[in-house]
C-alpha cells in the first residue's frame, strides 16, 4: 500500500480520533505503516505528539492499558520513555474505526520524542569505538530496565503476554509456528521441530524468579532506540510481555552478530550491563540459545505475513538457524 493510499485508509479515523483529546491539533503527517499505522500529529501551538492506531487481533484494550502502566513506571524509575497523553476523559485508548475496511482499532497518543533511531546513527558511524560506546551505554539501559521491572508491583488487572517456554517454543508460539514458513523444506522443518523441543525444555529447567524473568522490552535492537543528545531514549512497546532478562539481551547482540568486531561489541554491551546490574556467568552462558531462539521466533513474525517477500536479510537469519539446529542434533 502506497503512501497515499495508506492516508487515504487510515487519515479519517486518525482525525476522528484526535477529537478525543486534549490538543487543538493542526497537521497531521504518516509517519509509518508497520505493525501499527503511526501518525505525527503537531498542535497549533507548536506542541508534537504521536498517533497511533494499533493493530487489531494482537493486543487487547487491557493489555495496551497495561502497556501504558509500565511505561509510567519506567518513566518514574527516571528511564528515557515516550511520555503519554491521555484522552480527555481520562482513558489511554480510545476505539475508532477504520472507514475504508469497517476495521476496529484503538487510538493512544504520546507525546513526539526528538532524536534520531539508534540504528541510523551506527549506520553512519565508521568509527569503532563510537559504536562500542553507545553499546556500553545500551547495555546500561537494558539493566536499568531490568533493575527496574524486577522491582516494581503491576497494578491490580495487569494483563501482558508471557514468552516463557510455551510462549517462545511452545505448539502455538506468540509470533507463529516458525517451522510452517513457506520456504522450509520437509527436511528444514523436521529440525526447527527438533531444535523446538529441545530449546522448549531447555527453558523450562530456567529460574523465573524476578532476578531473571519479569517484564521485558523484547525487542530492544537499535530501530527502536531514539539517540536525543547524551541519552538513549526507549520506543516502541508492542512486543513487551513477560521474559527471561536474557532475552532482551539476545535480542540487541544478534542485532551485530554478523558483524567482525561482534565480540567487541558484545563485550562493550555485557560491560555497561553488569555495571549496572549484576548477572552471574551462567546466566550468561544461555545466550547464545537465546540468540537462536530470538531468531527461530522471527522466521514465524514473517511467516504470519505471507505479504512479504523474503530478503536477503531473511534468507541469511534462516540459514543461520538452520545451521545452528544441525550442530544441535549432532551434539
Not at 31 to 50: I, Q
Not at 101 to 121: F, I, N
Not at 262 to 274: D, H, M, N, S, V
Amino acid at each position: 500500500m502506497d503512501k497515499e493510499a495508506i492516508g487515504r485508509t487510515f487519515a479519517p479515523a486518525a482525525h476522528a480520533a484526535l477529537t478525543s483529546f486534549p490538543i487543538d491539533a493542526g497537521d497531521l503527517t504518516l509517519v509509518s505503516l508497520a505493525e501499527n499505522v503511526t501518525f505525527k500529529v503537531t498542535a497549533r501551538d507548536g506542541g508534537a505528539y504521536v498517533l497511533r492506531l494499533h493493530r487489531p487481533g494482537y493486543h487487547t484494550l487491557e493489555e495496551l492499558v497495561s502497556e501504558r502502566a509500565w511505561i509510567r513506571g519506567l518513566a518514574d524509575a527516571g528511564i528515557d520513555v515516550p511520555s503519554a497523553v491521555s484522552a480527555r476523559d481520562g482513558r489511554d485508548y480510545v476505539p475508532v474505526t477504520i472507514p475504508a475496511t469497517g476495521e476496529q482499532r484503538y487510538a493512544g497518543m504520546l507525546r513526539w520524542t526528538e532524536g534520531r533511531l539508534l540504528s541510523h546513527v551506527l549506520a553512519e558511524t565508521r568509527d569503532d569505538k563510537v559504536v562500542e560506546g553507545y553499546f556500553a551505554q545500551l547495555g546500561a539501559l537494558t539493566a536499568a530496565m531490568h533493575n527496574q521491572a524486577s522491582a516494581w508491583q503491576p497494578p491490580p488487572g495487569f494483563t501482558r503476554h508471557a514468552l516463557d517456554s510455551d510462549g517462545l517454543m511452545g505448539d502455538a508460539p506468540h509470533w507463529g509456528p516458525f517451522w510452517e514458513h513457506r520456504s522450509l523444506s520437509a527436511a528444514e522443518r523436521g529440525l526447527l521441530l527438533d531444535a523446538r523441543a529441545r530449546m522448549h525444555a531447555f527453558l523450562t529447567r530456567l529460574p523465573r524468579g524476578p532476578h531473571a524473568y519479569s517484564l521485558i522490552h523484547a525487542d530492544m535492537h537499535p530501530g527502536n532506540i531514539l539517540v536525543d543528545g547524551d541519552r538513549l531514549v526507549v520506543i516502541d512497546f508492542d512486543d513487551a510481555g513477560f521474559g527471561w532478562h536474557q532475552y532482551d539481551i539476545a535480542v540487541v547482540l544478534t542485532y551485530w552478530q554478523s558483524k567482525p568486531n561482534a565480540a567487541e561489541i558484545e563485550r562493550a554491551f555485557l560491560g555497561g550491563y553488569r555495571a549496572t546490574r549484576p548477572v552471574p556467568d551462567e546466566a550468561l552462558a544461555a545466550i547464545p540459545m537465546f540468540r537462536l531462539i530470538r531468531w527461530m521466533a522471527s522466521i514465524g513474525w514473517f511467516h504470519q505475513r505471507p505479504e512479504l517477500e523474503p530478503s536477503a536479510v531473511f534468507e541469511q537469519r534462516k540459514a543461520w538457524v538452520l545451521d545452528q539446529c544441525a550442530a544441535l542434533q549432532r551434539s
